[in-house]
C-alpha cells in the first residue's frame, strides 16, 4: 500500500533526522519509500527563495504535488517540510488518501539553540525575517496522527513510534 507521512515542526525540531530514520526503518521491512525533503527540493523549485507567502503557497503546493503523484504510482512519500501553515498540509491530505500528519514537537529554544542551518542567528540579527515560529506563524498541526518530541529521545525511537502507527493502520505489508 501507498501512503504519505508529513513531517511538520520548526526548523531544527529533528524532522530530518527523524525522517533519515524513518527512510532506514521503511527499508529495512523492505518498504521503498522517498523523502521529499524541502531544503532539497527548494533548490529547483525556488532556487532564489523569498519565503514570503505567494512563494511558500506555491512551494508547498507543488510539493503536494509531486507527492501525490508518487503515492499514485505505489511509492510511498515521507515529507520532510515545515509547512508553516496548516492549509498547506491539509492541501496535501487531500489529495493523499493514505496521510498522516506527524508531529515533531521541539521547544522553539531547543530549535533555536540548535540553529542546525543559522537561521536562527540570522533571524536575531535582522537579516532574515521570515523565520517560521520566531518572524513568521508556524501553525502546529490540529489534529496529527502523531505527536513525536525531537527534544526527547532519539529519532531512531521517534521513527519507530511512526513505524507502529503505519503498522496500526495497516499501511505496512
Do not use: I, S
Given at each position: 500500500m501507498s501512503f504519505a507521512v508529513w513531517l511538520t515542526g520548526l526548523s531544527g525540531s529533528g524532522k530530518s533526522a527523524v525522517a533519515r530514520e524513518l527512510l532506514a526503518q521503511l527499508h529495512a521491512r523492505g518498504v521503498d519509500a522517498a523523502v521529499l525533503e524541502s531544503d532539497v527540493m527548494r533548490t529547483q523549485l525556488t532556487p532564489f527563495?523569498?519565503?514570503?507567502?505567494?512563494?511558500?503557497?506555491?512551494?508547498?503546493?507543488?510539493?503536494?504535488?509531486?507527492?501525490?503523484?508518487?503515492?499514485?504510482?505505489?511509492?510511498?512519500?515521507?515529507?520532510?517540510?515545515?509547512?508553516?501553515?496548516?492549509a498547506y498540509r491539509d492541501a496535501a491530505r487531500a489529495r493523499i488518501a493514505h496521510f498522516?500528519?506527524?508531529?515533531?514537537?521541539?521547544?522553539?529554544?531547543?530549535?533555536?539553540?540548535?540553529?542546525?542551518?543559522?537561521?536562527?542567528?540570522?533571524?536575531?540579527?535582522?537579516?532574515s525575517t521570515t523565520l517560521p515560529g520566531a518572524q513568521a506563524a508556524y501553525e502546529p498541526p490540529a489534529a496529527p496522527e502523531l505527536v513525536v518530541h525531537g527534544d526527547r529521545g532519539t529519532p531512531a525511537d521517534a521513527a519507530a513510534l511512526i513505524v507502529a502507527s503505519l503498522a496500526d493502520r495497516r499501511w505496512l505489508g
Open positions: 527563495a523569498r519565503y514570503d507567502a505567494h512563494e511558500r503557497e506555491f512551494f508547498y503546493g507543488a510539493l503536494a504535488h509531486f507527492g501525490a503523484h508518487l503515492v499514485a504510482q505505489g511509492r510511498p512519500v515521507v515529507f520532510d517540510a515545515t509547512a508553516n501553515l496548516r498522516a500528519e506527524v508531529y515533531v514537537d521541539t521547544p522553539l529554544e531547543v530549535c533555536a539553540a540548535r540553529d542546525v542551518k543559522g537561521l536562527y542567528r540570522a533571524a536575531r540579527e535582522g537579516k
